[in-house]
Nanobody
Framework: QLQLVESGGGLVQPGGSLRLSCAAS????????IGWFRQAPGKEREGVGC???????????YYANYVKGRFTISRDNANNTVYLQMNSLKPEDTADYYC????????????????????WGQGTQVTVSS
């Protein structure tokens, strides 16, 4: 059983940056895919991006078009933590952000489907407003 805890959310002005963390209770296997999702009030949960791997040292990331070039996902296996660096934030990025995990390699847009994941964190709120 894998438990995930997100942190790092808060209030930021448009154009600002935040870094979210997703800490795993157990060891993250190199083949575990970690996805980031978000859910705005009144909207469905949508995929933001993911990080997956083909080997213990080669990782791949994939991003939804609406965050590509602004958001970056990275992984620290030594600390069992995955990060979501969010730059150039916009008011439409306001949402609750969740990380999710599955013990499988997911690549490309397949990693943006929430049904593919088995483990979820409780979420952290991000508000982008002046």
């Amino acid at each position: 059983q894998l438990q995930l805890v997100e942190s790092g959310g808060g209030l930021v002005q448009p154009g600002g940056s935040l870094r979210l963390s997703c800490a795993a209770s157990g060891r993250l296997n190199y083949y575990t895919t970690i996805g980031w999702f978000r859910q705005a009030p009144g909207k469905e949960r949508e995929g933001v991006g993911c990080i997956s791997s083909s080997t213990s040292i080669t990782y791949y990331t994939y991003y939804a078009n609406y965050v590509k070039g602004r958001f970056t996902i990275s992984r620290d296996n030594a600390n069992n933590t995955v990060y979501l660096q969010m730059n150039s934030l916009k008011p439409e990025d306001t949402a609750d952000y969740y990380c999710a995990a599955v013990n499988a390699r997911l690549y490309g847009s397949n990693c943006l489907g929430r049904m593919a994941y088995d483990y979820w964190g409780q979420g952290t709120q991000v508000t982008v407003s002046s």
